[in-house]
C-alpha cells in the first residue's frame, strides 16, 4: 500500500506517552500491515507479515522491559477484510479469505503468531 514499515517507530511513541504523567495502561489495539498474498497449494507464504510482527513486537518488548505499562496488543486484522478506503484489495489478516467462496485458510503468519503466544 506504500506505507513506510518502521519498526523503531511504534517504540518511539510508547516511550513517548509513557512519559506522560497518570497514563493509564498502553493496550495497542491495532498493529498490522498489508502485504501481496498469494495462496498456493492450499499456503500463504506472507514471509513480509512475519517479519513485521517479529520487529514490531520485539520493539513493544524494549519498551516493555523498560518500563513502560503495555497491558495488550492486538494484531490487525484476524482475517483479511473490507477496508473502508481500499475495498478488499489490501490484505492484512493473519488468516486468508477467499472472498468467492468464504474460504479461510491460515497463513504463515497466523501460524507464526500462535507459536510466538505459545
Same mark, same amino acid.
Given at each position: 500500500?506504500?506505507?513506510?514499515?518502521?519498526?523503531?517507530?511504534?517504540?518511539?511513541?510508547?516511550?513517548?506517552?509513557?512519559?506522560?504523567?497518570?497514563?493509564?495502561?498502553?493496550?495497542?489495539?491495532?498493529?498490522?500491515?498489508?502485504?501481496?498474498?498469494?495462496?498456493?497449494?492450499?499456503?500463504?507464504? &506472507?514471509?513480509?507479515?512475519?517479519?513485521?510482527?517479529?520487529?514490531?513486537?520485539?520493539?513493544?518488548?524494549?519498551?516493555?522491559?523498560?518500563?513502560? &505499562?503495555?497491558?495488550?496488543?492486538?494484531?490487525? /486484522?484476524?482475517? &483479511?477484510?473490507?477496508?473502508?478506503?481500499?475495498?478488499?484489495?489490501?490484505?492484512?489478516?493473519?488468516?486468508?479469505? &477467499?472472498?468467492?467462496?468464504?474460504?479461510?485458510?491460515?497463513?504463515? /503468519?497466523?501460524?507464526?503468531?500462535?507459536?510466538?503466544?505459545?
Amino acid at each position: 500500500m506504500g506505507w513506510e514499515v518502521y519498526p523503531e517507530g511504534i517504540y518511539q511513541i510508547i516511550k513517548q506517552f509513557d512519559a506522560y504523567e497518570n497514563l493509564p495502561p498502553i493496550i495497542i489495539t491495532e498493529n498490522g500491515a498489508a502485504f501481496e498474498d498469494v495462496k498456493k497449494d492450499n499456503r500463504v507464504q &506472507d514471509e513480509k507479515r512475519v517479519q513485521f510482527y517479529q520487529n514490531y513486537l520485539e520493539n513493544v518488548l524494549r519498551a516493555k522491559q523498560e518500563g513502560a &505499562d503495555i497491558r495488550g496488543y492486538f494484531a490487525w /486484522s484476524f482475517m &483479511d477484510n473490507f477496508e473502508w478506503a481500499e475495498g478488499y484489495g489490501p490484505r492484512f489478516g493473519l488468516v486468508h479469505v &477467499d472472498y468467492e467462496t468464504q474460504e479461510r485458510t491460515i497463513k504463515d /503468519s497466523g501460524r507464526w503468531f500462535q507459536e510466538f503466544l505459545k
